[in-house]
C-alpha cells in the first residue's frame, strides 16, 4: 500500500471514508464486497470507514498490521468484541462466545478451551477420515457435482458426531433434515439481505422467509434441548465428544454451563466451523486442480508417506499445510475480524478512538497487500513456505482475545480430508473458465459451489489414508 496514501490519513484526526452509500454501492457491497473494499483502500488508503448500518453511523477498518497488531494487543477493558460491538447473528443466541465480552466472555472461553485442546482435538481423525470415505463413496463417476455441496456433507456429518455427539436415529435424522434446510436456503440471496438488514427480519408466518427461518430455529433448539436434557440423565463421563466435555467442564467456582449456555456454543460451533470449513475445503481443492502443478507436487508428497503412518502425521506435512495457508490468505472464508467497539479512549495507528467507536482488521485487504504477498492475486503455496507471517499480517481466523477457538480442530479437519480425497480419487474440474469469489451471507465462497467431475479411483491409493 503506499507510503503517501497513509501519510495522507494519518494527517486527519479520523480516518477518512465513505459517509453513506449510494445505490449503486449498496448493490456492491452485497454482490461484489472485495471490489467494494479495493476501491475504497485505493481512495482513502490502509484504513477507512464505511456505513455501518441501521444501529451505528459509521464503522472504521484497517488493512494496516500495525494497526492490527495494536487492535489484538490492546486490553478488552479497552477495545472488546461481542453484541454491543454489532455482533447480530440471531441464530446463535445471546450466551454464545461470539456475542459475549468483560468477564462472561473470557469464562465462557476458558470453560470451551479444553475441549479443544491438540490431543483431545487430533482423537477425532479417524472419525473425519471415515466420514470422508463415506461421503466420498457415493460418488458417481463422470458426473458433474457441485464440490462445495460435498464437502458440506463432510463437515456437517464431523459435527454432527464429533461436536454433537448424536447417534444414529430419529432425532440424528431430523437435526440433520432442519439444520440443512437452515444453513442452505433456497434462496441465499434473500438470506443475506436479511442478516445485513434488520429491517428486513420481520415474522409473518412461516411462509414468509423470515418466518420460515424462526421456524426452523424452533425446531433445532426443541431437538438440541431434547438431546441436552438426555445426556444429564444419562450423563456418561467417558465419552469424548465436545458436548459432553463442554457439559463436565466447570469454571473456578464449581458451576458448570447451563442449558441455555451449551444450547447457543453448539449453535456457535456449527455455523462457525460448518459452512467455513466447507467452503475453504472446496476452495484448495479448486486450486489444486486449477493449477495443475500444485496438484501434483502435493500428491507427491502424499505419497511419500509411509504405510501405517497416524493421520495426526499429515498435520506435519508442509506442503499440504502450505496449500491450506496459500487457500485461507487468497480467499479468507471471512472478510473480517470480529468488529472491537472502544470502551474507553484508546489510541490505534495515531487516531485518537473514543467510546462507541468500531474498529475491525480487514482479513481480505491485509491478505492482498502486495508489500506482503507479492502477486497477492496469484496462488502460490510456495510464500508459506519461504516465510512465516505474524498474526497480524495473516489473520484468517481473527486474533487477540477473539481469534476462532476451533482453529485447530479445522485445520486439522481441512488437512485430513484434503489428503484422503487426493490420494483415492483422480478429478477434474467441469470447466476451464476461472471460479470467482461471491458473497453467500456474511462468507466468501466459490462461484457455482466448485463443479467438478470424477474421473475414478487412483490406480495407486496411498495404503495409509486408504478405507481399510
Keep these: ?58 464503522m472504521i477498518f484497517t488493512s494496516d498490521p500495525q494497526g492490527i497488531r495494536e487492535i489484538f494487543a490492546t486490553d478488552s477493558n479497552c477495545l472488546d468484541s461481542g453484541r454491543a460491538a454489532g455482533v447480530q447473528l440471531p441464530l446463535l443466541g445471546p450466551n454464545s462466545l461470539i456475542a459475549l465480552d468483560g468477564e462472561r466472555h473470557k469464562r465462557q472461553r476458558k470453560l470451551l478451551m479444553p475441549p ?6 487430533r482423537s477425532y481423525g479417524e472419525l473425519i477420515r ?32 464429533a461436536v454433537f455427539g448424536i447417534a444414529d436415529g430419529p432425532r440424528y435424522d431430523r437435526l440433520k433434515a432442519v439444520l440443512m434446510a437452515r444453513l442452505n436456503p433456497r434462496r441465499p440471496l434473500v438470506t443475506t439481505l436479511m442478516l445485513m438488514f434488520p429491517v428486513l427480519q420481520k415474522d409473518w408466518g412461516r411462509w414468509s422467509p423470515w418466518g420460515r427461518m424462526m421456524e426452523q430455529q424452533r425446531q433445532i433448539d426443541e431437538l438440541l434441548y431434547a438431546e441436552i436434557s438426555d445426556r444429564r440423565a ?22 458448570a454451563m447451563s442449558d441455555e449456555e451449551l444450547r447457543d456454543e453448539l449453535i456457535t460451533l456449527l455455523v462457525a466451523g460448518h459452512e467455513t470449513t466447507a467452503t475453504a475445503l472446496a476452495w484448495a481443492l ?10 501434483e507436487k502435493l500428491r507427491r508428497e502424499l505419497d511419500g508417506l509411509a504405510e501405517k503412518t497416524d493421520p495426526n502425521e499429515i498435520l506435519k506435512l508442509p506442503y499440504l499445510n502450505a496449500v491450506v495457508q ?5 480467499y479468507p ?12 479512549p484508546v489510541q490505534i495507528l495515531g487516531y485518537d478512538l473514543e467510546p462507541g467507536s468500531v474498529i475491525s482488521p480487514c482479513i481480505y485487504l491485509t491478505h492482498h497487500r502486495s508489500d506482503l504477498y507479492p502477486e497477492p492475486k496469484e496462488f502460490r503455496p510456495e510464500r508459506f513456505l519461504e516465510k512465516q507471517f505474524l498474526q ?70 496411498q495404503p495409509v489414508l486408504e478405507r481399510s
Aim: proline share 6%.
Design 1 to 58: 500500500m503506499s507510503q503517501y496514501r497513509s501519510a495522507i490519513a494519518m494527517s486527519a484526526k479520523q480516518p477518512q471514508g465513505v459517509q453513506s452509500f449510494s445505490w449503486r454501492q449498496k448493490i456492491q457491497w452485497v454482490r461484489q464486497p472485495m471490489d467494494l473494499l479495493e476501491t475504497l483502500t485505493g481512495q482513502y488508503g490502509d484504513t477507512f470507514s464505511m456505513p455501518g448500518g441501521s444501529k451505528r453511523a459509521s
Design 116 to 121: 479443544f485442546h491438540g490431543e483431545r482435538m
Design 130 to 161: 471415515e466420514i470422508t470415505h463415506q461421503v466420498t463413496g457415493e460418488w458417481a463417476i463422470d458426473s458433474p457435482f457441485s464440490m462445495r455441496e460435498a464437502m458440506q456433507a463432510i463437515s456437517f456429518r464431523v459435527i454432527l458426531k
Design 234 to 255: 444419562n450423563f456418561d463421563p467417558s465419552r469424548t465428544d465436545i458436548l459432553s466435555l463442554m457439559m463436565a467442564a466447570q469454571d473456578e467456582n464449581g458451576e
Design 286 to 295: 479448486y486450486w489444486v486442480h486449477h493449477q495443475p502443478e500444485v496438484g
Design 326 to 330: 496459500e487457500t485461507l490468505r487468497m
Design 333 to 344: 472464508v471471512v472478510m473480517f475480524a470480529l468488529p472491537r467497539l472502544v470502551k474507553a
Design 392 to 461: 497480524s499480517e495473516y489473520l484468517p481466523f481473527g486474533g487477540g482475545n477473539r481469534r476462532c477457538i476451533g482453529l485447530a480442530f479445522a485445520l486439522f479437519e481441512m488437512k485430513l480430508v484434503l489428503a484422503t480425497v487426493l490420494s483415492n480419487w483422480e478429478m477434474e474440474l467441469a470447466s476451464s473458465q476461472p471460479i470467482k469469489p461471491v458473497r453467500r451471507g456474511l462468507l466468501i465462497a466459490p462461484e457455482n459451489g466448485v463443479p467438478m467431475v470424477v474421473k475414478g479411483k487412483r490406480t495407486q491409493p
